[in-house]
């Protein structure tokens, strides 16, 4: 008996030793796998790494989205059509990616390839979003330009974070997948902190003072410009330059050429475009005190936030469990299930949830998470899709080709969106034929499944293109690394 009883109380201590260090695992592994990571690469890559991805473009990107929306909506008073233009106005620069991509290659600034382009993304985020914060009724043409500056700011400095976390996973191969899941995990937090203190913030001071809180992630990545460890060329001959350019330009292009190239990415920019963008109208309906449910800025912030909770679980889901069905198996379901849940949008502006006896708010947190999490598993086998096009020795500033092509998709989206709502009349006080529109919307989605045929039947561990290119294109050096595959950093 008093052997049975030891055993017991051993078997308890244990149990309770095995609670507390789980406990303390969970408050000190994350610390540990920081300070590996800073250890292996410098402390400065991992400071890069988050202030670009989580403060800049996850927290600084999701305040910027609602406080741009209030911006449009409330300082400016444009049409919903027009805002929604305008939208696409500002993502131009994400749309030229492929070209800071080859300046940061090929085109160095005073010995530096990395940290000169950090300085000048900062520069351009800092004196834009000051800009715009200090200047309550400013035209729309010089707002646009200062937002777009902006985004160049962003887009210059995601490309460059690229292109260090490509030159480490080739030095450090065995940390690659680590390097990717802190670029997730900075964004995805930085996202969620972001939309849950946007509208708090929209509330308190504005949308011109929200902009103006914005110059502090474009201050910190200056600092990433002036911190980085980066190799120092001396003798760099700049007239090598022009050569540099001009043979990747025609590797692209050769590559393009290919069927095996060309008509996956024709699916691709018809997949985007034809779903047209209609996200402008929706905001100003939610914000409606007499048609919509008029939500406040703290319950619009606090819905986008659920939203990123549904796109994480879309990442999650898809590296979990479908990332190895064939793409157009993949692509057909995903599609479908994004125009089946643009639906939910028409019940809420129907307003048929009230007749099932939900909520405007509780509705709509599902709505958008729902929408969410299709949207991100439509887009992770695009991406995967995307980075089994790219040839060696040009793979990443091919890959960002290849995400120009789809910011181009965006852009005729957002157009088309902007000229629908146009057409059928929906303004800042009249959603009459909002509902139409949700309606055009939602069967434009399904029209890409008829160019499926475009899409190659592999799956993600086959190869696309032909032996051929694999073999004719030769591998540049480790250090003069292109730019990062996207494709885990979401």
Known sequence: MMEEESL?????????????????????????????????????????????????????????????????????????????????????????????????????????????????????????????????????????????????????????????????????????????????????????????????????????????????????????GMLLNENRMPNFSYGQVHQKLLDASKAMWTTLKCPEVWRPCAYMYLSLALSLNILEGMFYWYTDAKAGPSFSQEIVGSIFSVGSVGSLLGVLLYQNILKDYQFRDMLFWTQLLYGVSGMLDLMLVLRLNLKLGVPDYFFAVIDECVSQMIGRLKWMPLLVLSSKLCPPGIEGTFFALLMSIDNVGILTSSSGGGLLLHILKVTRVHFDNLWLAILIRNIMRILPLSFLFLVPRSDPTSSILPAEMLTTIESQESENIELASLVNNT
């Not at 507390?20 to 800073?38: A, C, H, Q, R, T």
């Open 8 to 224: 017991s109380l051993s078997n308890g201590a244990d149990e309770k030793t095995k609670r507390e260090k789980g406990f303390w695992d969970f408050i000190w592994v994350p610390l540990y796998w920081f300070k590996m990571l800073s250890d292996e690469m410098h402390w400065s890559f991992v400071f890069g790494v988050v202030v670009t991805y989580g403060i800049n473009q996850g927290l600084g990107g999701s305040l910027s989205r609602v406080g741009t929306e209030y911006y449009m909506k409330d300082v400016q008073k444009v049409q919903p059509s027009e805002a929604q233009v305008y939208s696409g106005i500002t993502s131009i620069p994400w749309i030229v990616k492929p070209l800071w991509g080859l300046l940061t290659d090929v085109l160095p600034v005073a010995g530096y390839r990395r940290r000169p382009y950090f300085v000048l993304a900062g520069f351009l985020g800092v004196i834009s979003m000051v800009f715009l914060s200090l200047h309550r009724k400013l035209h729309i043409v010089p707002a646009l330009m200062s937002l777009t500056a902006g985004s160049a700011g962003v887009a210059i400095a995601d490309v460059t974070i690229d292109a260090c976390v490509a030159q480490n996973s080739i030095n450090h191969p065995s940390l690659a997948a680590d390097m990717q899941s802190l670029c997730g995990l900075s964004s995805s937090i930085g996202s969620l902190l972001g939309f849950f203190i946007s509208g708090f913030l929209v509330h308190l001071i504005g949308p011109l003072g929200v902009f103006g809180l914005l110059s502090i992630p474009f201050v910190l990545v200056l600092l990433v």
